[in-house]
């Protein structure tokens, strides 16, 4: 039996597993925090709610996770191709054999990837026509109610209520909601869609979206999409006041108004009480004045025409008296009219003979063509029995029956069709005869025109050979 050579080494035997655990021990003991500064790439956040992505420079790559819950608490959005600066721990991934930076904090690196982050996004936005001025509505004059969307305890709500209530005092609604940090774009775009989805009756005419000034990074929820999209949807006008007057984010070119200060945006909402009622007044005084002068001038103009007219009773008498001598000649017309009439009448009844005249008249002519009408109908009865009994005659004469008296025979055939051509005639045809006594007599015919031969009797005789 053989014995392999054992080699004895000083170097210590390990599994695969127990150096990757090794080395997973010692990274993370070295590499416990560490910044590191670099480009994101392939971000991918799948339905875990994990992200997973790498830090890249010109140079190298390291793999990067951000677990859900930190993820959630970032100040900033993860994106494609955006510089950043990450604080985590470093550690490995056994199964695989490569180390990882696990993301704790993360933040933009410097101002500039910041506003490069921002024009790219309001590029984005814009192109999509969620700031052309075709959206903009126009805010009411004089709102009723005015919903203030800001932090319920800093110095802005206190200024907007105060401003409000020096110029002309209105009822506010104030929705509470975080203008800052983690979580803040939620509450305002939460805020903006519960205006909205208030009853008509509870809802704001305007919403005021405040906050006061700050750093870039401080201004970033009203940088955020959702909160852009949330106010170009919005059916109630907004205006934005967003930090002080060189401040811009993007929630204020998707707005209604951008007002530079939260102040301002009170003074944008409603007017001047006090200017309103000098106008009012003024206006006032003004249309007196006018009125007063159009009443001077009509009063002057009527009292020239009056002088012209004269004295409206002496035309009123003149006018009585015409009226008088008329009626006077009207009466004297009618009089006349009525002896005219009157003798023409009496004319025409001189002419025109009593009634009972024109009755006897009348009597006697309907004598007279009552006895023309007897006589005339005795004369056309007479002349038409004359004329009935010869034509009776005449018919005795021509009568069938007198011919049958004579030895004259009809003959009939089966539908009781007088017969009156022999050619008409068949053998064996059966005819009825009708003699003078109107006593008929069944006959068959047996000479004549004969049957046409029937094939089918021929047939059935067959053939004697």
Same mark, same amino acid.
């Given at each position: 039996?053989?014995?392999?050579?054992?080699?004895?080494?000083?170097?210590?035997?390990?599994?695969?597993?127990?150096?990757?655990?090794?080395?997973?021990?010692?990274?993370?003991?070295?590499?416990?925090?560490?910044?590191?500064?670099?480009?994101?790439?392939?971000?991918?956040?799948?339905?875990?709610?994990?992200?997973?992505?790498?830090?890249?420079?010109?140079?190298?790559?390291?793999?990067?996770?951000?677990?859900?819950?930190?993820?959630?608490?970032?100040?900033?959005?993860?994106?494609?191709?955006?510089?950043?600066?990450?604080?985590?721990?470093?550690?490995?991934?056994?199964?695989?054999?490569?180390?990882?930076?696990?993301?704790?904090?993360?933040?933009?690196?410097?101002?500039?990837?910041?506003?490069?982050?921002?024009?790219?996004?309001?590029?984005?936005?814009?192109?999509?026509?969620?700031?052309?001025?075709?959206?903009?509505?126009?805010?009411?004059?004089?709102?009723?109610?005015?919903?203030?969307?800001?932090?319920?305890?800093?110095?802005?709500?206190?200024?907007?209520?105060?401003?409000?209530?020096?110029?002309?005092?209105?009822?506010?609604?104030?929705?509470?909601?975080?203008?800052?940090?983690?979580?803040?774009?939620?509450?305002?775009?939460?805020? &903006? *869609? $519960?205006? #909205?989805? @208030?009853?008509?009756?509870?809802?704001?005419? !305007?919403?005021?979206?405040?906050?006061?000034? =700050?750093?870039?990074?401080?201004?970033?929820?009203?940088?955020?999409?959702?909160?852009?999209?949330?106010?170009?949807?919005?059916?109630?006008?907004?205006?934005?006041?967003?930090?002080?007057?060189?401040?811009?984010?993007?929630?204020?070119?998707?707005?209604?108004?951008?007002?530079?200060?939260?102040?301002?945006?009170?003074?944008?909402?409603?007017?001047?009480?006090?200017?309103?009622?000098?106008?009012?007044?003024?206006?006032?005084?003004?249309? &007196? *004045? $006018?009125? #007063?002068? @159009?009443?001077?001038?009509?009063?002057?103009? !009527?009292?020239?025409?009056?002088?012209?007219? =004269?004295?409206?009773?002496?035309?009123?008498?003149?006018?009585?008296?015409?009226?008088?001598?008329?009626?006077?000649?009207?009466?004297?017309?009618?009089?006349?009219?009525?002896?005219?009439?009157?003798?023409?009448?009496?004319?025409?009844?001189?002419?025109?003979?009593?009634?009972?005249?024109?009755?006897?008249?009348?009597?006697?002519?309907?004598?007279?063509?009552?006895?023309?009408?007897?006589?005339?109908?005795?004369?056309?009865?007479?002349?038409? *029995?004359?004329?009935?009994?010869?034509?009776?005659?005449?018919?005795?004469? !021509?009568?069938?029956?007198?011919?049958?008296?004579?030895?004259?025979?009809?003959?009939?055939?089966?539908?009781?069709?007088?017969?009156?051509?022999?050619?008409?005639?068949?053998?064996?045809?059966?005819?009825?005869?009708?003699?003078?006594?109107?006593?008929?007599?069944?006959?068959?015919?047996?000479?004549?025109?004969?049957?046409?031969?029937?094939?089918?009797?021929?047939?059935?005789?067959?053939?004697?050979?």
């Amino acid at each position: 039996m053989n014995e392999q050579p054992t080699q004895n080494s000083n170097v210590p035997e390990f599994s695969v597993s127990e150096l990757a655990f090794s080395l997973k021990r010692t990274l993370e003991d070295n590499y416990a925090r560490v910044c590191v500064r670099g480009e994101l790439s392939r971000v991918s956040i799948p339905k875990s709610g994990h992200m997973y992505s790498s830090l890249k420079d010109d140079k190298s790559v390291i793999d990067a996770v951000c677990w859900k819950g930190v993820l959630s608490k970032l100040s900033i959005k993860p994106e494609e191709g955006l510089e950043v600066i990450c604080v985590g721990r470093i550690t490995t991934y056994p199964s695989r054999s490569n180390y990882q930076l696990i993301i704790e904090t993360m933040e933009l690196a410097g101002e500039g990837a910041l506003l490069k982050m921002l024009e790219d996004r309001k590029n984005k936005l814009a192109a999509e026509g969620l700031f052309a001025k075709e959206k903009k509505r126009t805010p009411p004059f004089l709102p009723q109610k005015i919903g203030v969307i800001t932090s319920p305890t800093g110095a802005v709500i206190r200024d907007i209520l105060h401003r409000l209530e020096d110029r002309f005092p209105r009822h506010v609604l104030v929705w509470p909601v975080k203008v800052q940090g983690a979580g803040a774009d939620i509450e305002v775009t939460n805020a &903006i *869609n $519960g205006f #909205n989805a @208030l009853p008509d009756n509870q809802k704001p005419d !305007l919403i005021i979206v405040a906050r006061g000034g =700050g750093s870039l990074e401080d201004l970033m929820p009203f940088n955020e999409e959702n909160v852009v999209r949330a106010t170009a949807n919005s059916a109630i006008p907004i205006i934005s006041a967003i930090g002080h007057e060189t401040d811009t984010t993007l929630i204020d070119y998707a707005s209604d108004m951008r007002a530079p200060t939260p102040t301002g945006a009170a003074e944008m909402a409603v007017p001047v009480r006090i200017d309103l009622i000098a106008q009012i007044k003024d206006n006032e005084m003004r249309l &007196i *004045n $006018g009125a #007063n002068r @159009l009443i001077s001038e009509n009063r002057h103009k !009527l009292e020239t025409l009056s002088a012209k007219l =004269g004295d409206p009773a002496r035309l009123l008498d003149i006018r009585t008296q015409s009226l008088d001598h008329i009626s006077d000649r009207l009466n004297h017309s009618f009089k006349n009219y009525i002896s005219v009439k009157k003798h023409e009448l009496l004319k025409q009844s001189a002419r025109t003979l009593p009634p009972k005249q024109h009755i006897e008249r009348a009597r006697t002519s309907l004598n007279r063509w009552s006895e023309q009408l007897d006589h005339y109908k005795t004369r056309t009865v007479e002349n038409k *029995n004359n004329k009935l009994l010869q034509l009776q005659e005449k018919l005795e004469i !021509l009568s069938f029956e007198n011919i049958l008296k004579r030895g004259y025979v009809v003959v009939r055939d089966n539908d009781n069709k007088p017969i009156t051509q022999a050619k008409t005639l068949q053998s064996r045809q059966e005819v009825s005869l009708q003699f003078k006594d109107n006593k008929k007599v069944n006959a068959i015919i047996t000479t004549g025109k004969k049957p046409p031969n029937n094939p089918a009797k021929q047939q059935d005789q067959g053939s004697l050979f």
